[in-house]
C-alpha cells in the first residue's frame, strides 16, 4: 500500500488504500485551521465517530449570603444539550491512469497537491455548512443532513449592516451579547465588509483612513483586540434577490459557544473504473480519480453568544 511518507515501493499495486496515516490527518485539520473561519477562531476539538453531546448547564441569579441559622435560597436553573454528529464529505480528483504506473518518487508530487487540495476544501464545507447550511458542491439547502444546525438557522440576533458604518455595526453587535452577559471572542466577516472596514476616513476631518490595515485586501489577525477572520465563505451563496438578506459577518464566542471536529479516519480509494463523478467513463478517458472521505461536526452550543450582520441586497 502507498502512503504519503512515499514509504512503500510503487503506486502501481494500489488499487484502494488509506494515504493518510493518523499524523497525516492532524496535519491537514492543522491546514484547515489556516483556511477556516470557525476553525481559525474556535480552535480543533476532535470528536469521535458516533457524535458527542455538549451540557449546557445555566444558572439564574447570583450566590447569596447566608445567616446563620438561615435558609439558603432556591435557585433556577435548567440543563439542555447539542448533539455534534459528523457529517461525510468528499473530495475527488482526476488524473490520468498513467499514475498507477509511476515511481513512486514522481507518484509523490500529485499526491501532496491532492493533500493539500483536500486541506483547503475539508476547511471551505466546514465554514459553508457551519454558516449557511448548504451543501458546497450544489449551493442548495442540505436539508436532509443537516437541517437547521447551522450559524444562519439558529442565531436570530441581527444587526442591520451598513457599509459606511461597518465598524458601529460591529460594536453594536458586540455590545448586544455583552448585554446579555456573553462574551466575544472573535469575528468572521466577508472580504467585502474587510474592503468597506478599509474606506472609512478618520472623523476628525483629515480624511485618513481610520482603519488602514484593511486598505489594499489587508488580512489583518485582529480587530478591537478579538481574533478576526476575513473568508469568503462567510458570503458563500448570497443571494442576488433585491429583497434577500445576505449574512455578511459572524461576531461571537466562538471559542466556546461552539463545536467543531473530525474524526481521525480519511479514508481515500483509487476509482479505476467506471463514472464515478459524472464527468464520462474512466476507461474510455484513460483516467483513474483520486477519492477522499472524511468526518466533520459542529455543534451551536449557544447561539445567543453570537450575532450576524446582515445585508440587504438595494432596490435597484
Known amino acids: 500500500?502507498?502512503?504519503?511518507?512515499?514509504?512503500?515501493?510503487?503506486?502501481?499495486?494500489?488499487?484502494?488504500?488509506?494515504?493518510?496515516?493518523?499524523?497525516?490527518?492532524?496535519?491537514?485539520?492543522?491546514?484547515?485551521?489556516?483556511?477556516?473561519?470557525?476553525?481559525?477562531?474556535?480552535?480543533?476539538?476532535?470528536?469521535?465517530?458516533?457524535?458527542?453531546?455538549?451540557?449546557?448547564?445555566?444558572?439564574?441569579?447570583?450566590?447569596?449570603?447566608?445567616?446563620?441559622?438561615?435558609?439558603?435560597?432556591?435557585?433556577?436553573?435548567?440543563?439542555?444539550k447539542v448533539t455534534v454528529k459528523p457529517l461525510k464529505i468528499v473530495y475527488q480528483h482526476r488524473l490520468t491512469d498513467e499514475f498507477m504506473n509511476m515511481a513512486e518518487e514522481i507518484a509523490l508530487p500529485y499526491l501532496q497537491q491532492f493533500y493539500d487540495g483536500f486541506a483547503k476544501k475539508a476547511a471551505r464545507a466546514l465554514d459553508i455548512m457551519a454558516f449557511k447550511g448548504l451543501n458546497p458542491a450544489s449551493k442548495a439547502a442540505a436539508t436532509d443532513t443537516i437541517g437547521t444546525n447551522y450559524f444562519d438557522s439558529k442565531v436570530t440576533q441581527e444587526v442591520a449592516y451598513d457599509a459606511s458604518n461597518v465598524d458601529?455595526?460591529?460594536?453594536?453587535?458586540?455590545?448586544?451579547?455583552?448585554?446579555?452577559?456573553?462574551?466575544?471572542?472573535?469575528?468572521?466577516?466577508?472580504?467585502?465588509?474587510?474592503?468597506?472596514?478599509?474606506?472609512?476616513?478618520?472623523?476628525?476631518?483629515?480624511?485618513?483612513?481610520?482603519?488602514p490595515e484593511f486598505r489594499f485586501g489587508g488580512k489583518p489577525a485582529a480587530f478591537g483586540g478579538m481574533k478576526l477572520d476575513i473568508n469568503n465563505t462567510v458570503s458563500f451563496g448570497a443571494s442576488t434577490d433585491k429583497s434577500a438578506e445576505n449574512t455578511v459577518g459572524y461576531i461571537g464566542d466562538f471559542e466556546h459557544a461552539m463545536k467543531w471536529g473530525y474524526t481521525q479516519d480519511v479514508k481515500t480509494?483509487?476509482?479505476?473504473?467506471?463514472?464515478?463523478?459524472?464527468?464520462?467513463?474512466?476507461?474510455?478517458?484513460?483516467?483513474?480519480?483520486?477519492?477522499?472521505?472524511?468526518?466533520?461536526?459542529?455543534?451551536?452550543?449557544?447561539?445567543?453568544?453570537f450575532v450576524r450582520l446582515v445585508k440587504t441586497n438595494p432596490a435597484s
Open 1 to 80: 500500500e502507498n502512503n504519503m511518507a512515499g514509504e512503500t515501493a510503487t503506486v502501481k499495486h494500489t488499487t484502494s488504500s488509506t494515504l493518510f496515516a493518523p499524523e497525516q490527518v492532524a496535519e491537514i485539520f492543522n491546514k484547515v485551521s489556516g483556511h477556516s473561519a470557525i476553525a481559525g477562531l474556535s480552535g480543533q476539538t476532535p470528536i469521535p465517530f458516533a457524535g458527542v453531546e455538549s451540557y449546557i448547564f445555566s444558572m439564574d441569579g447570583e450566590a447569596s449570603i447566608v445567616a446563620e441559622g438561615g435558609q439558603k435560597p432556591a435557585g433556577d436553573a435548567a440543563f439542555s
Open 269 to 305: 480509494e483509487i476509482i479505476e473504473y467506471g463514472d464515478p463523478d459524472g464527468q464520462g467513463d474512466l476507461k474510455r478517458t484513460n483516467e483513474i480519480v483520486l477519492r477522499a472521505e472524511a468526518y466533520i461536526g459542529w455543534g451551536i452550543i449557544d447561539p445567543s453568544s
Open 168 to 211: 458601529d455595526n460591529i460594536d453594536t453587535a458586540v455590545s448586544t451579547i455583552l448585554g446579555n452577559d456573553g462574551t466575544v471572542t472573535g469575528i468572521a466577516i466577508s472580504p467585502a465588509v474587510a474592503a468597506d472596514l478599509g474606506k472609512i476616513k478618520e472623523k476628525t476631518g483629515s480624511k485618513l483612513p481610520m482603519y
